[in-house]
């Protein structure tokens, strides 16, 4: 069954597929569309599905599509047919950008690579109308001592500033997960968010990040909301909290 799941989720992401898990009218003007674009931090364990179902449970009507492949960069997106025609074929409200991974918490690369190919998609964005919103992702658990950031929190304050600039000069919102991810590892350090490999995330790393986007789209507290992803109501609630807190500031 898993691995019937996994095919079905890569297919989805071959062909650039939407999907609705719950707008009854194809132009339902109480919808709110929202379109990922990324790689494999957005697709494993199917972040858009996962933000739908939670927005179902907040009583939102909403229409979720997603363009990743994994390890691809901004400037891949910028590039591809497939993603462009994917951002044009409806009116998206939001569309989630999610550089790799590394990128933005090198400074010479997110300078050469990330933030032209970020203003051109941001721009793009706002041409049909829609809100861009930064994807703000997870340090790996190690760091990335190669370039310097010798754990966890050294990288992960270097994508945030990597996120942040490019969000204060083109006026963008961000989704910050990365924030809400170390708040979790410092306050519940129980919970395990990353895969083995230190990289990707847990069911309970995808569900956090649905949670913070659930905070950002819809300005609402994600906390009390029924849908659990499988866990347990109490840890589902302590994500949700978190999530909260990061956003909206509400304990």
Avoid at 164 to 185: C, D, F, N, R, Y
Wanted: aromatic residues 10%; neutral net charge; charged residues 15%.
């Amino acid at each position: 069954m898993k691995r019937f799941l996994f095919l079905a989720i890569l297919l989805l992401i071959l062909c650039g597929c939407s999907f609705t898990p719950n707008c009854r009218e194809p132009q339902a003007t109480s919808c709110t569309r929202v379109l990922f674009i990324g790689n494999s931090y957005t697709f494993v364990n199917d972040l858009p599905n996962t933000f739908a179902k939670l927005a179902k449970s907040g009583r939102h009507q909403v229409e979720v599509g997603m363009s990743a492949q994994g390890g691809w960069r901004l400037v891949d997106h910028i590039q591809a047919p497939d993603t462009l025609n994917l951002l044009n074929s409806k009116k998206w409200d939001f569309v989630a950008l999610q550089e790799q991974s590394q990128i933005p918490s090198v400074q010479q690369i997110r300078n050469q690579e990330m933030y032209p190919a970020a203003r051109r998609l941001v721009q793009k964005i706002k041409d049909i109308g829609a809100t861009p919103v930064f994807f703000v992702t997870w340090a790996h658990r190690n760091g990335m001592p190669e370039n310097g950031m010798n754990n966890y929190e050294d990288m992960q304050a270097q994508i945030n500033s990597g996120y942040m600039s490019i969000a204060q000069e083109l006026k963008v919102p961000v989704a910050p997960v990365g924030s809400a991810w170390l708040t979790v590892l410092k306050e519940h350090p129980e919970f395990s968010l990353w895969q083995e490999d230190g990289s990707h995330p847990t069911e309970q790393g995808t569900y956090l990040a649905a949670c913070v986007f659930y905070a950002v789209i819809f300005h609402e507290s994600p906390s009390g909301l029924n849908y659990s992803a499988g866990m347990s109501r109490e840890n589902a609630k302590i994500l949700q909290t978190v999530a909260s807190k990061t956003v909206l500031n509400i304990p």
